[in-house]
């Protein structure tokens, strides 16, 4: 029996192991040291009422003979994927269809899987800075990949691929640059994609955070999107469900890998927890869309919170603005590690060193707007007094 | 762009849409008509209340600040995967590592997902007639398959491969047959395995039907199976675990691929939703334990009355013992098509056509324990009356 070689070959994930390793010899060492974690990329509000009664319904009828359900349909139920469409799509112009939603389990199933859709000879292109399963899911398929430096020079904003890209990946709002694309950026990459016969790839699991009305929150806003784009959406950033479980994916007909990524997931998916499905219905309700956005407003401050921290500071900040992200530039002297190292050891401050998302991250520290209320408002206070 | 030609070449899944066609016609023209679905592989027993009271506790949890979580470990719990070993395994004899247990969101995703681990010029060998889904994932990877017809004449026992295969998937509690495999049959595939470095996917599904003690209910009860075997588990037919998802597969280190896996997982998979997996812990509590067994009774009495049912009809049947599927061979005359019609059309009755599941299932429908008791009464009394 063969190894899947690419597979074997890819080193292991460098990034959140060596955080982890750091601030555990850290608390070794100092048993009394408050850690203020800033860097985490996960949720810590509650889930609100509206939604946990839900969860409870669905659970009390799994649990009576007469309203028990089994397997649900591979690619998710029609109620949540119509609430999909009337409450995400309809209300920005776009018209989708039913049979092009396709409810997953979250963005990272997803964002790995669809990469069968493609022959291994593709080259594809990632932004540089990026989260990491986008070069590790092509290089698993053995894919060439261009890397498309984001840089403070072009605003993060990253220019076409120099060579023909098959595959493209986009993220916006961008993890870990905060950065968004405008209309009018993310219409060239359209048009890109449909001279060229490209297919994006296009990871929008932080919506839920543009304010700007000039920015799209589905590409599928941008003309000719359809030809050539594959939307990934997620509760887990807007709702809170990281534990739940539950995404979906836009597959329109028009790109023609629709009944491909059907046959897929009737193949190797069974189908989202029932919970999880009913979960995400609530969220469109008057009361779970007050909940939510309760908990967004909640992270949209931390954001503000940790911008103005920041820059009165004099740190050089992005993102944060329609975003849960701040990208903060290191001050002069420092790699992005050996900040992350100062900050560790001389104010219990965790954040996210750039250079783990790839070489042009160097330079730059991640902040996460999920952080405790509290740990933020100390660590500012740390902060100030180095 | 290219297509994954594989993929896209793949015909649509015929045999479940054709018995939803058919059965769907047959309700057009008659509608006043009590159709009985004996065919469903799919649960239908409730939760039981020990299940479903961790599962609302879980859900509360998520529901407060103080007990909030978001993303757990991709590979699982270890409270999940600690209890898995202490109850699923050591009992036999086996000893696992937690970190040869990874958590899934069921079966299906882990039989597909699985096949990444191996290079494209793998020769891969399946039972004939089988589960669909492990063909049509070998062929989407681009596989030869060789078949292995499992056949009256040999007891509906696979003989070992005539080309060397390097990797055999093998499904016992068998679906669709009901046939289990004794410690000796299947220590003769371990040595196979052993003797070709192939590796042996053991799909053990069906596992808590077995009742005959000679009967192994995990492949590394046999000697050397570690090196050779990964094993795939599910709470959805021991449990009543479809709508809720969640399985396991064990990748023991001494295979190789463990360390592959877990990269894998940590690149494509997010986790397993937090109330399934203490859904999943539960069913190990006394009170879950109990709650689980008497829905599993139950489903074995039915296969029992429709074992003896049909035997007491003069049909021959196989399985049914050790196994929630009985598999029937259609009388002289018929086709494992035209029987399904002759059921459909002069009883009202839904089967599953052997056929569907491969060429040797040609001869043979299936019937399923997990549909209604009192449907399967009624069914065998309309029966009786061909």
Known sequence: MLHNTHLQQLQGSYLFTEIVNRTQAYKA????????????????????????????????????????????????????????????????????????????????????????????????AILD??????????????????????????????????QKADIIYLCFPNNPTGVVLTRTQLQQWVDYARANKSIIIFDAAYEAFIEDPDIPHSIYEIEGA?????????????????????????????SGLNAMWMRRQCTKYNGTSYIAQRAAAATYTPEGKAGTQANLMHYKHTAQLLMNGLQAMGYEVFGGKNAPYIWCRVPQGYTSWSFFDHLLNDCQVVCTPGAGFGPSGEGYVRFSAFSNRKDCEEALIRMKGL
């Open 29 to 124: 060492a100092h048993p009394q040291a408050k850690i203020l974690r800033l860097g985490v990329g996960d949720v810590t509000r509650p889930l609100p009422l509206p939604i946990t009664d839900a969860m409870h319904r669905a659970v009390e009828e799994l649990a009576h003979l007469d309203t028990f359900r089994g397997y649900g349909p591979e690619e998710g139920y029609a109620w949540l994927k119509q609430a999909i469409i009337e409450h995400d799509y309809r209300p920005r112009g776009v018209e989708l269809e039913q049979e092009e939603v396709f409810i997953s389990d979250g963005a990272g199933s997803d964002l790995g899987n669809l990469s069968e859709l493609f022959d291994t000879p593709n080259r594809v």
């Open 129 to 162: 800075p990026s989260y990491p399963a986008y070069v590790d899911s092509s290089l698993m398929a053995g894919r060439e990949i261009e890397f498309l430096p984001c840089l403070a020079a072009n605003g993060f904003v990253p220019e076409l691929p120099k």
């Open 226 to 254: 359809k030809e050539v784009a594959i939307e990934v959406r997620s509760y887990s950033k807007s709702a809170g469900f990281t534990a739940v479980r539950c995404g979906w994916t836009v597959v329109p007909k028009a």
